[in-house]
């Protein structure tokens, strides 16, 4: 939570074509105002194509300063203008690795954990004054480019650096010494910037243990979506992710309302679609509307409708209801081989008394259902298309056969 509020994955949009020149500086300012006006909620500077660091990635993991031949002026004209957009910039780091050559490990060699078998090097980050020095170097690109989200990358296993490092009845000492850095460096990187989040990466969603969801949320739950477009897998990820980190985003290869786009659909996705190009203002703007819509609903208990399984010839989906506020969001999806238009799914958590309000989120047609009805003969939905989508809000009335009270006129 920020301010009291839950913080949701933003709507986030990237460029990633660069000048005639090789530069990246004038594309992104070039995608500031679109990005804006179509409800873009944060631009998302990766680790490549973009690359604001020397190197390129893996080489340049280590050394942490701008690269002068893609951004000339440095990251601050880019920060001024995002934020003067009213959007948040979020900058690729992985802090936790060193690869050999890099400046940490050419000026401060003591602060590297070399490899004995791994790819790549580890930085000590149980090392009060590396850490020190780290975390310095981190703030100085916030401040300067007014950063909202730290996206915080680790492609190492770090297991083997941690037991050599400890004598063998002191095993563990080094890898809790560095976890607890890690939370420190957070912790004072949040303090130096209010409202400061971390994306909790790590090669793909692998930091998503209790403590660290205290800093930030996993925008990347998995790096299948460096492949492109999966809809099986994609609603497969997000319908166990649901249950338990209900506030997680990853990429996203479609606009509403495509299949591609809901089968990856979370509260708020990285959109790989040109978000700037003039031909995608509608498409664009339409999907940010969608999250706009649906994404406080996933604030609700969340409960599977059907199995949980990755064949192409069934239907899939699941239910958040929000019993605080009677109402709540369903979301089926009909594979590519499936050959069943209609599904009935039971609903769960309703009010058996009470009369509800179902809408179609394509149509807006509206059907009333008692809620017992619901709840033992369950809802029946037609999807047309194979493969297909449909998104369902339901909204308690009142109990059948019970006028609603008159209001008093006022005093």
């Known amino acids: 939570r920020h301010d009291g509020k839950p913080v949701f ?3 986030c949009a990237a460029v990633g074509h660069p000048a005639a020149d090789g530069t990246y500086e004038q594309p992104h300012l070039d995608a500031v105002a679109p990005f804006a ?9 990766d680790m490549d194509p973009q690359q604001w660091y020397p190197g390129g990635f893996p080489n340049g993991t280590g050394t942490w300063e701008v690269d002068k031949s893609k951004y000339p002026n440095g990251l601050k004209p880019l920060g001024d ?4 957009a009213g959007m ?7 802090p936790e690795r060193v690869h050999p050559g890099t400046r940490i490990d050419r000026e ?12 790549s090097q580890l930085f000590r980050l149980h090392d009060g004054a590396a850490r020190k020095w780290l975390t310095d170097c981190i703030d100085a690109h916030i401040t300067t480019a007014q950063l909202a989200w730290l996206r915080w990358d680790f492609n190492l296993e770090p297991l083997g650096f941690w037991r050599r490092n400890d004598a063998p009845d002191r095993q563990g000492i080094t890898e809790i010494r560095h976890l607890e850095g890690l939370y420190a460096m957070w912790e004072e990187l949040q303090r130096r910037h209010p409202g400061l989040l971390v994306d909790l990466c790590a090669s793909g969603g692998r930091r998503l243990d209790i403590e660290a969801a205290r800093y930030g949320l996993p925008l990347w739950h998995s790096d299948l979506q460096c492949s492109g477009s999966h809809p099986a897998a994609d609603q497969l990820q997000n319908g166990a992710l649901y249950r338990w980190v209900p506030l997680h985003g990853c990429g996203n290869f479609g606009l ?10 979370t509260p708020g996705n990285i959109l790989a679609s040109d978000c700037a190009a003039p031909e995608s203002a509608a498409a664009v703007a339409k999907t940010v509307a969608t999250y706009r819509k649906l994404r406080p609903y996933l604030l609700g208990d969340f409960h599977p409708l059907l199995p949980h399984t990755a064949g192409e010839d069934v239907w899939y989906g699941y239910q958040f209801n929000r019993p605080d506020q009677g109402d709540g969001m369903v979301q089926l999806f009909r594979r590519e081989r499936n050959d069943e238009s209609t599904r009935t799914v039971r609903l769960v958590g309703l009010d058996a ?3 509800y309000e179902v809408t179609d989120h394509d149509t807006d047609m509206t059907r009333k259902i008692p809620g017992k009805e619901l709840a033992d003969q369950g809802l029946t939905v037609e999807i047309k298309e194979k493969p297909g989508s449909a998104v369902l809000l339901y909204k308690k009335t009142r109990a059948p056969g019970n006028p609603p009270r008159p209001v008093p006129p006022p005093a």
Not at 256 to 265: L, T
């Open 88 to 94: 948040g910039y979020l900058l690729w780091f992985e």
């Open 9 to 11: 994955p933003p709507v």
């Open 353 to 355: 008394a009470a009369q």
């Open 108 to 119: 401060h060699p003591e602060w590297v954990m070399k490899p004995q078998g791994e790819w």
């Open 81 to 84: 203008a995002i934020r003067a």
């Open 256 to 265: 509403e309302p495509s299949y591609p786009f809901r089968s990856a659909m």
């Open 37 to 45: 006006e179509r409800g873009i909620e944060v631009f998302w500077s």
